[in-house]
Each structure stands twice: as structure tokens, then as C-alpha cells.
């Protein structure tokens, strides 16, 4: 079994960001999930030391830094979401399991378990596993 590196991991989210068909190993999945946090946490920035330095009657000048930053927040929501499908059927589950996310409590802890499983090996009705190039 090979891994995929970071960059491949990223090129490889971005080419698919839409498509929820298809399989993704945890490499592409985790590496996924570190490059979203550390872009949230650089279009949160500008957020807050506008919102710091700013009079608090010009409030209305982190608007279009808030913009931007939920911009790039809602693009990446959907690259998750498409991303954990396809990691769910790297395990030959349904996409559908992504829901499991949202039981109150549990949800996101069984999330997590289910996304640190390894690859189901071989080919599953959602393609072929990845073996590196």
C-alpha cells in the first residue's frame, strides 16, 4: 500500500472537489483535513486583527475580510464533504455514513474511528484502491 504525500493529497482533493463517486485513502483524507485547518486558521487572522485595530464604530470594515474568509470556509465544507465519502467508500461503506457526523454527543468521535480505518484492499463497487504512482 502506498501513500500519498502531501501535495498529491491536495492536488488530488482539488481535481475532485465536486465528485463524490470514486475512493480516498486516509493519506489524501487526513492530509486534507490538516490543510483545511491551516487554512482556516490564515483566513481567520485578518479577521480578527481587523476587528482588533479597527474604532468599534467602523465595524463595518471587517465586512468584506468576513466575506472572503466564509468564502474560502463554505468551498472547503464542501470539499470535506465529498472528501469523507470517498474515504467512506475506500472502506467499501456507503457515502451516506457521512451523517453519522452529526449524532449529537458521539457523531464525531465515531467519525474520526471510521476515518482512521485502513483501505478496504483491493477493488470495491467504488473502484480500485490506491497504490500509489
Not at 486534507?32 to 490564515?42: A, E, K, N, S
Not at 480578527?48 to 472547503?76: C, E, K, N, T, Y
Request: net charge positive; glycine share 8%; proline share 5%.
Amino acid at each position: 500500500m502506498e501513500i500519498m504525500n502531501f501535495s498529491q493529497a491536495i492536488q488530488s482533493v482539488f481535481s475532485k472537489a465536486t465528485k463524490l463517486e470514486g475512493r480516498a485513502p486516509r493519506s489524501e483524507y487526513w492530509y486534507w483535513v490538516l490543510f483545511t485547518f491551516i487554512v482556516q486558521m490564515f483566513t481567520i487572522l485578518p479577521v480578527i486583527l481587523v476587528a482588533m485595530l479597527i474604532p468599534q464604530r467602523d465595524v463595518w470594515a471587517i465586512l468584506p475580510f468576513l466575506i472572503a474568509a466564509g468564502s474560502i470556509w463554505v468551498f472547503l465544507w464542501i470539499t470535506r464533504i465529498t472528501v469523507t465519502v470517498r474515504r467512506y467508500h475506500d472502506q467499501g461503506m456507503s457515502g451516506w455514513m457521512f451523517f453519522i457526523g452529526f449524532i449529537p454527543a458521539v457523531g464525531g468521535l465515531l467519525e474520526i474511528i471510521f476515518m482512521l480505518q485502513p483501505s478496504q484492499p483491493g477493488s470495491n463497487k467504488f473502484g480500485v484502491q490506491y497504490l500509489g504512482k
